[in-house]
């Protein structure tokens, strides 16, 4: 990919931290106002509104013809050949309420999941940032890393839980040390890097601004990111679609979850 599109997904990504770290700073308590209806036909949040202009912003600045797929503003066509596929604020809940646990999720492609050539996912809170290009790797803060070979003696999973949950999740929960932490590109990411085991959602219903860049870093890590049948998750750029989701180093793992 043109390094000028993989400045710019780090740009973005940069300039929706600090525009949400300063909003957390001085309207901690205006973040989780209701300010409109996104795209997506979700409520949409203070938060998500000032990550979204943010990006909106620096992309008619930088003079790339640069689409954009977000969910507040849907798609927005710029006549450019690559799509930035924004999630401004994944972990939304966790912001306003104070749980330091959200990420802003950034990936370039074209058309489909699939194609996804370039992805980061930064942990707001904690600075950390997550990288993949596609055919070329994985990092984390500059640094080139792999899924683990084999999970961990006591497996440590990431279930969607609460009203989310499905036969899936609760079958693994009465097994397992469980989290659930509300940031399905940060909690992929953490599987990438071996802190956690697997992640699973049962239930259709994660979307591709959800899982863009991270399931680029999944797998160019070595891991796998399937749908709940373990058929290779892939996805239009359509914010209407939705997919059940599990996250893997190994197959090992992903056929032990279908066989549930």
């Known amino acids: 990919m043109d390094e000028k599109y993989k400045i710019a997904s780090v740009k973005i990504a940069d300039i929706i931290s600090r525009n949400v770290k ?11 106002n209701n300010v409109g209806i996104g795209a997506d036909g979700t409520i949409t949040k203070y938060i998500d509104k000032i990550a979204e202009d943010a990006a909106i912003r620096y992309i008619k600045r930088s003079k790339l013809k640069l689409n954009l797929l977000s969910e507040e503003a849907g798609f ?3 006549k450019g050949k690559y799509t930035v596929v924004l999630d401004p604020v994944d972990g939304t809940r966790n912001a306003y309420r104070g749980i330091p646990f959200y990420s802003v999720s950034v990936a370039i492609g074209k058309n489909s999941l699939s194609d996804i050539e370039y992805g980061v996912v ?3 809170p904690t600075g950390d940032v997550f990288i993949a290009e596609k055919g070329h ?8 890393f792999y899924v683990p070979e084999v999970p961990d003696k006591e497996p440590l999973s990431c279930l969607a839980l ?3 949950h499905d036969r899936y999740t609760i079958k693994l929960a009465k097994k397992e040390k469980v989290r659930s932490l509300g940031a399905s590109s940060l909690e992929m990411c953490m599987v990438a890097i071996g802190a956690l085991d697997y992640y ?3 239930k259709e219903y994660i979307r591709i601004i959800d899982i863009a860049a991270s399931t680029l870093i999944v797998r160019e890590a070595g891991g796998i990111v399937a749908n709940i049948v ?3 998750v892939d996805m239009p750029f359509d914010l209407d679609e939705r997919t059940s989701v599990i996250a893997a180093c190994n197959k090992e793992i992903v056929d032990r979850i279908i066989s549930l």
């Open 200 to 202: 699973v959602v049962g």
């Open 162 to 164: 609460g009203k989310n």
């Open 137 to 144: 790797g994985a990092f984390y803060n500059n640094s080139r």
């Open 122 to 124: 930064k942990n707001i």
């Open 76 to 78: 927005v066509d710029n």
């Open 230 to 232: 373990g058929k290779d």
């Open 22 to 32: 300063k909003a957390v700073k001085n309207d901690f308590f205006k973040l989780g």
